[in-house]
Each structure stands twice: as C-alpha cells, then as structure tokens.
C-alpha cells in the first residue's frame, strides 16, 4: 500500500468521523454562521485531537507513557 493510498484512507475515515461528531453535535443542516459557537469549538477540539492523535499534527502536549519508559539495563 502506497503512503499516498494510506493518506486518503486514513483521512477518508477522519471525514467520516468528524461528519458523525457533526451530526451528534445537530450541526448537520446548519449555516455555519448561525451555529452555536460552543458546539463548533466543540467540532473544533474533536477535529484537532484526532489530527493529532493520528499523527497528522505535532502533539503539543506529549505525554510519556509507560510503554516508552527505558528499558532496565539490570535485565
């Protein structure tokens, strides 16, 4: 699989999941314009984390988890 075809997948299923967050949040229908604006910052945070959570922004606030902590060298 091409990294081109992995892109358009990978922002095909973005689309589709920001669509359903949308029309969760009853933006489906609306004029942008007139929408409450907390329920399209709420669209916004969602878009953002998963941007970021798929690797398509830099995280701003990394956290190390457990499964990145260095090895013992005891072993």
Do not use: F, H
């Amino acid at each position: 699989m091409s990294s081109g075809y992995a892109s358009l997948r990978v922002m095909d299923d973005l689309a589709q999941q920001l669509a359903q967050t949308a029309r969760d949040l009853k933006l489906a229908g609306q004029v942008p314009n007139e929408a409450d604006p907390e329920v399209l910052a709420a669209l916004a945070r969602t878009a953002l984390d998963e941007l970021i959570a798929r690797g398509l922004l830099p995280d701003p606030d990394p956290r190390v988890g457990c499964w990145s902590a260095p090895r013992s060298d005891q072993n």
